[in-house]
C-alpha cells in the first residue's frame, strides 16, 4: 500500500514536471493555429484553430514582407548547412586529434593537451569581435564556410573522444599490430567502428550546438541569403500568427534529432554499456 | 596513459593538424587581438591606436553599469543553478523511483534541452506580453507585476526564461547520476534505514556529488554565455540595463558603441572569472566529494 502511495506520488509529480514543458509549446503551436485576429481579440488559444496549412504555408513559402527577400525555407536550408557543417567539421577533427593524444608518444604531449584544451575556457562569446575581424580581413563574412568554422573551433568533443580512447583496451592495438595494421588502418578499421556510438551521440550534440546558433550567425551574416533560423527570429515581422508559426517550427528540428536518436546520445554522453 | 602506442613520427601531425590549425586561426588569434584591443584606446576617427596599458580596465571598473551587470551576473546564475538543479534533481529522483514508463517520461521530459535559448526568450516574451501574456496578468493581478519598470519583477521574467529549458539537462545528468549508483548499495542502505527522505541525504545523494559538482559548472556557464540569446529575446535590459549579462554588456558595448578596448578589457574580466571558477571547482571541491 505504501508502494502504491509514494509511487502515485511520483507520477503526480513527474506529470507536472510535464505540464510545465509541455502546455507552453503547446499553447503557441496553437495560437498558432488561428488568426491574427482571433489572437489579438482573446490571447492566446489552448485549443486548435483551422489556419493550421494557410499560416504554416504562409510562412514558409511566401517571399517579401515576413522577412524581406528571403523565405523561411531558405532559412531552414541555411541553418541545415550550418549545423551539419558544425558537426561533421568538429567531429571529424576532434577524432583526429583525440587519436593522436592517445595513439602516439608525443613529445610535447602535456603541452599539446593544454593547447587543447584550455581553448575550452574561453566560448566563442568571448572573442566575439576579433573572431568576427579575423573573418573579415580573411573575406569570409556572409558565408557557409564563416558561419560554420568558427563555431567548430571546439575541443570538446576531442575531450570526449580521448576519455573513450584510454578505456579501449591496450589488446586491441596488439593484436593489430600483430595484423600488420598501420596508424592509419587502426584507425580507421580498428577505432573508428569501436567509438560508433560516441560519434553518434557527438555528432548529435554538435548539430544541435551549432544549429542553435544566434549571436554568431547574426553578427556575421549581412545579406538576407544566409540567414539562418535561430538568428531569424530577432528579423521578422509580419502578424502574431505567423510569428507563432515560424516560433513553432523553428524548434522541431533540434528537438526531432533528440527524440529519434535519444538512445545514442544518452549512451555515448554517459559512457553507457 | 596507454602503454602500447605508434612511435612518434610525422603521421601525429597529420592527426592533430585539422584540429589545431582550426584552433589557432579562429581562437587563438582572434584571442590575442583581444588583449591587443584591450590594452590598446582607438581614436576617435578611427585613424590609429595606442598602448594605453590599464586604462580600458580603469574605465570598466569605474562604470556603475559594469557593477549593476556584475551583480545581476552572480545572482543570476545563482538562482539558475539553484531552480534548474534541485527541480531536475526533484523530477530525476521520481523518474528513478517509478516501475512502469520510466522511458517515456524521459523522453517526456528530456526535449526542451534541444529548443535554442532565442527560441525559448521569443516564447517567454509571448507569455510576459502586456497586450496577452498570460504570466503577465496573473503576476500582475497578483502584486502589480510590471516588468518594464521594476527591476524584481524583470529577474522574475527573465529567471523563469532562463531556467525552463535547463531543467531538462540537470534532469539527464541527475538521472545518469542515479542509475550509476550500484544497486547493493541501495539495497544495503534500505536495511539500515527504513526512512526513505533520510535515506536519500545520507546515501543517495552523497554519491550523487561528482554529477552535482558537474551541474553546477554547467550550469554557471549556462547562465553566463548561453542566456545571451534570451536576454537578447526578453528584456534587452530592461527595466534600465539591471537585466544585462557581462556577456550582454560587453555585446553591446562593442557593437553599438564601437567601443572595442572596452569590449576586449571585459572579455578578459570574463576569462579570468571562468578560470577562477574551473581552478576552484578542480582544487576545492574536487578535494571533497566522495567518488563510488
Known sequence: MTRFITSSFSHLILLIGILIMVVPVWMIFASSTHTSSMINMNGLQILLG??????????????????????ALKMFFNSFIMATGVAILSVVTSLMAAYALVYYRIKYATLLFWIIFITILVPLELRIFPTYSVMAELNLVNSYFGLIVPISA??????????FYKTVPDELLESAKLDGANTWRFFVDFLIPLSKTMIVAMLIFMFVFGYNQYLWPLLVTTSEQYWTVVMGLKMMSGSIVHRFAFVMMSMVPPILIIIVLQKYFIKGVFQDK | MKKVQFKSSYSQYLFLAPQLGILLIFLYWPIIQ??????????????????????????????????????FTIIYSFIITLITGSIG????????????????????LIWPYAIAPAVVGVMANYFFSERFGLLYHLFHELWGFNWYESVFDSYIYVIIAGSWKQISANFIFFLAGLQAIQKS????????????????????FPLLMPTTFF????????????TF???DTTTIGAPSGETRTLVYKAYMDGFRGLDLGSAG????????????????????????????
Open chain 2, 265 to 292: 578589457a571585459q572579455s578578459i574580466m570574463m576569462m579570468l572569472i571562468v578560470l577562477v571558477i574551473t581552478i576552484f571547482q578542480f582544487r576545492y571541491i574536487e578535494g571533497k566529494i566522495h567518488y563510488n
Open chain 1, 50 to 71: 483551422d489556419s493550421f496549412y494557410e499560416n504554416y504555408l504562409r510562412v514558409l513559402l511566401y517571399q517579401g514582407g515576413f522577412f524581406k527577400e528571403i523565405t
Open chain 2, 34 to 71: 583581444t588583449f591587443r584591443d584591450a590594452f590598446t584606446m582607438q581614436d576617435a576617427f578611427g585613424f590609429g591606436s595606442k598602448f594605453v596599458w590599464f586604462d580600458n580596465f580603469l574605465f570598466i571598473f569605474d562604470d556603475p553599469a559594469y557593477f549593476i551587470a556584475f551583480k
Open chain 1, 154 to 163: 571546439s575541443a570538446i568533443a576531442t575531450l570526449f573522444f580521448r576519455q
Open chain 2, 185 to 204: 548499495v541501495i539495497e544495503a542502505s534500505m536495511i539500515d534505514c527504513k526512512n526513505s527522505f533520510r535515506r536519500f541525504w545520507t546515501i543517495t
Open chain 2, 229 to 231: 540569446g534570451i536576454i
Open chain 2, 89 to 108: 534533481l526533484l523530477l530525476a529522483v521520481q523518474a528513478n523511483n517509478v516501475m512502469h514508463g520510466k522511458s517515456t517520461y524521459k523522453t517526456l
Open chain 2, 215 to 226: 551541474l553546477i559548472i554547467i550550469n554557471i556557464t549556462y547562465a553566463f554565455f548561453d
